[in-house]
């Protein structure tokens, strides 16, 4: 097998070439969200699809490619998107090279691959629990390349796809060969067709082929679908992907008010992953699922079963892969399935009485979920104006793959106050109530971490009151969120923009306009 990484460095967008997105003349502006609605997207249709055909070539011989840029203004990673989200690659973008944003993010980014296998050479163990000498042992390795995914479940439980950094595998229909006359182009160069029929399957011909009787594939496609294997050139310990399963074959469920038989079902995931000393690993992972015994709305509300924080993930995504098809239309069709979702999921568990909005009430168990949907609807992962399509991408991409916690970071931010009453940090509602003259706020949206001091605050540390021995108490809320802030930054990947200003300061605008 076969596998490697390739970084991109860029500072400007192509202007030549198959894949250039803009011409040089600088009266051709770049394209826009409001392009896209109008259709005024002249170059990029052969964009995407040159870079589409670099993906395909990258995933046929399990490669990765990263992309750095550096630019105030857009370089045309919405056409080249596929080309890392598919191979499992990151996007880091920032103004310059010389801030710390790239500094910080690139020396993160070699550590949290562990390209040379250092951290698990370091940890490993033999089965006794000895050190290990040689490369035979185990080791918990921090990333891994060309990478198969394979699910099996239970007869009830069909698989619809996934949705993250990876592609659905495409088995071979036929010796590929690059030399053959078939699979060539007049100019000796491979089709599109003989790197589809390979991708994937030239680095893994090892790899046993799933069985048609436990094949569970559901007729309904969600992201990548119509499969239950999944390639990916490269992992690593913060990636996470979404598993959706169709479970609506129940055809013969219980009654609403009578509790049925109890019954489980299984989810197997088999890994297949090189670490980075090259070492070929197989991980199965098995977990053993519950099936409600009955469809009584009661069940759910009244027992903590619902995890609002995975299901506004999962949710986010699934929103998120309805727009990357990028059509006119998606954008409001999106919107309303978002809507919909919400007002089925009020109508069935929670109780109010007809003509009377303010006796709506939701058990604490699924109380947020609303509050989450309400601020994904608000985020820029639906905004059209005020944000370029290159930021869309970068944004989505890692909604597309960080874990649960950061991901409802990014649709809804965090927000703590400081006081002299309270010198630690306190949650405060996202709203604009909780700007006040005698307190800070640190807002976290991921990609921005910001420490907001309120009028008064802003005015003692002009007058360095800090610094006076007598005010030591002063120095001390000062000092809470900047340590608080400190451990934050600590192991964000990539490193946010990070700032310090008075409510009135121009980076206090990521407050105001949550």
């Known amino acids: 097998s076969t596998q490697s990484t390739w970084v991109m460095f860029a500072g400007g967008p192509a202007t030549r070439g198959p894949g250039a997105v803009v011409g040089l003349h600088k009266k051709q502006m770049m394209r826009s969200h409001r392009d896209f609605l109008d259709y005024n997207i002249p170059m990029y249709d052969k964009a995407y699809e040159f870079y589409n055909e670099v993906e395909r070539r990258l995933s046929s011989v399990s490669a990765t490619l990263d992309c750095f840029v550096a630019s105030f203004d857009q370089i045309g990673i919405m056409e080249l998107r596929e080309c890392v989200n598919r191979t499992g690659g990151v996007f880091v973008c920032g103004d310059t090279f010389i801030h710390e944003m790239f500094d910080i993010s690139l020396q993160r980014y070699f550590t949290d691959r562990d390209f040379a296998g250092k951290a698990a050479a370091a940890t490993a163990v033999n089965a006794d629990g000895s050190p290990a000498q040689d490369g035979s042992s185990f080791a918990a390795a921090t990333s891994g390349f060309n990478v198969t995914f394979d699910i099996f479940t239970s007869r009830d439980t069909l698989i619809s796809g996934a949705i993250g950094p990876c592609r659905a595998y495409i088995a071979p229909t036929a010796p590929t060969n690059f030399n053959a006359s078939s699979s060539a182009s007049p100019s000796g160069s491979p089709t599109s067709a003989a790197i589809t029929a390979q991708v994937g399957s030239s680095t893994r011909a090892h790899i046993p082929p799933i069985l048609e009787s436990a094949k569970r594939v559901s007729p309904i496609a969600i992201g990548e679908g119509n499969t239950q294997r999944w390639v990916s050139s490269s992992v690593d310990s ?91 239309h998606m954008w409001e069709t999106s919107k309303r399935w978002v809507d919909k979702l919400l007002v089925k999921f009020v109508k069935r568990f929670g ?110 540390r002009k007058l360095n009151y800090h610094l006076n021995p007598d005010y030591a108490h002063f120095k001390d809320l000062l000092e809470a969120p900047e340590a608080d802030v400190a451990i934050t930054l600590a192991d964000r990947f990539p490193y946010p923009r990070f700032s310090r200003t008075d409510i009135n300061g121009g980076e206090a605008r990521h407050l105001k306009t949550r």
């Open 351 to 460: 109780s109010y009485n007809l003509g009377n909005p303010d006796s709506l009430r939701l058990t604490p168990t699924l109380s947020l979920f609303p509050s989450f949907m309400y601020n994904l609807r608000r985020s820029e992962y639906f905004m059209i104006m005020n944000i370029s399509p290159d930021e869309t991408v970068f944004k989505r991409h890692w909604l597309m793959r960080e874990g649960c916690d950061r991901v409802v970071l990014m649709i809804q931010p965090t927000l703590h106050g400081y006081t002299f009453q309270a010198p630690y940090a306190t949650p405060v509602p996202l709203d604009s109530n909780s700007i006040q003259p005698d307190n800070i706020l640190v807002i976290d949206c991921f990609f921005n971490v910001h420490i907001v001091w309120g009028v008064t605050i802003e005015e003692w």
């Open 238 to 328: 913060g990636v996470t992907i979404t598993f959706l399963f169709d479970t609506a074959v129940l055809e013969s469920a219980p009654p609403a008010n009578t509790p049925g038989p109890s019954r489980n079902r299984f989810v197997q995931f088999v890994t297949y992953y090189s670490t980075p000393s090259g070492e070929r690993r197989t991980r199965v992972t098995t977990q053993l699922h519950h099936v409600s015994p009955t469809t009584n709305p009661g069940y759910f509300t009244g027992s903590p079963v619902f995890d609002q924080t995975c299901a506004a993930t999962v949710v986010s995504r699934m929103a998120v892969s309805m727009l990357e098809d990028y059509s006119p």
